[in-house]
T-cell receptor, first 112, second 114 residues
Framework: KQEVTQIPAALSVPEGENLVLNCSFT??????LQWFRQDPGKGLTSLLL?????REQTSGRLNASLDKSSGRSTLYIAASQPGDSATYLC???????????FGGGTRLMVKP | DTEVTQTPKHLVMGMTNKKSLKCEQH?????MYWYKQKAKKPPELMFV???????INESVPSRFSPECPNSSLLNLHLHALQPEDSALYLC?????????????FGQGTRLTVV
């Protein structure tokens, strides 16, 4: 059974810092990996999708990488802003079909 | 349009009530999902519909009854719930098959069972 782990569970940084969030998964037979943002009490907003054949995806200040063989993905946030404060979740989709397995999330606080 | 719309946003129901949660998408996605999320926990998969047929049921109690009346709509019927069922219920959709299966989530229904 796929297990997804995110480290750290919580992170507090001053505004302007570059930061890295980590996601690891136990079964490398994945179809894709997706990073989400969730604000308190709200739904999930898709940030980046990386297909299993890809190494990275970029959107604005966000860059996500994928090393499928080692079971790792990182989300890099450049020049963090207070508005980036949220919980960031990674989820992997397995090859078999429609199972999306989530990590526990990283709660990020960016202080002004 | 990458929107998944869930109604209602908030719901308070008694343990003897019957209510329904609704989810709608118009992206032509043929896979639709229900997730349950407790506070400070990740979403947990409940059900998956593929081409309007139930394909995954993650051993969810029968007091939760999903329904997919057409390719754009997904319902979750609730009956005789327990207080521990209070949570944020999230609906999601994605394409099926080869290619991008990016999942899009709605804003959720905050359910409180009293």
């Amino acid at each position: 059974k796929q297990e997804v782990t995110q480290i750290p569970a919580a992170l507090s940084v001053p505004e302007g810092e570059n930061l890295v969030l980590n996601c690891s998964f136990t079964d490398s037979a994945i179809y894709n990996l997706q990073w989400f943002r969730q604000d308190p009490g709200k739904g999930l907003t898709s940030l980046l999708l990386i297909q299993s054949s890809q190494r990275e995806q970029t959107s604005g200040r966000l860059n996500a990488s994928l090393d499928k063989s080692s079971g790792r993905s990182t989300l890099y946030i450049a020049a963090s802003q207070p508005g980036d404060s949220a919980t960031y979740l990674c989820a992997v989709r397995d090859n078999a079909g429609n199972m999306l397995t989530f990590g526990g999330g990283t709660r990020l606080m960016v202080k002004p | 349009d990458t929107e998944v719309t869930q109604t209602p946003k908030h719901l308070v129901m008694g343990m003897t009530n019957k209510k329904s949660l609704k989810c709608e998408q118009h992206m032509g996605h043929r896979a639709m999902y229900w997730y349950k999320q407790k506070a400070k926990k990740p979403p947990e998969l409940m059900f998956v519909y593929s081409y309007e047929k139930l394909s995954i049921n993650e051993s969810v109690p029968s007091r939760f009854s999903p329904e997919c009346p057409n390719s754009s709509l997904l319902n979750l019927h609730l009956h005789a719930l327990q207080p521990e069922d209070s949570a944020l219920y999230l609906c999601a959709s994605s394409q099926e098959g080869v290619g991008s299966t990016e999942a899009f989530f709605g804003q959720g229904t905050r359910l409180t069972v009293v």
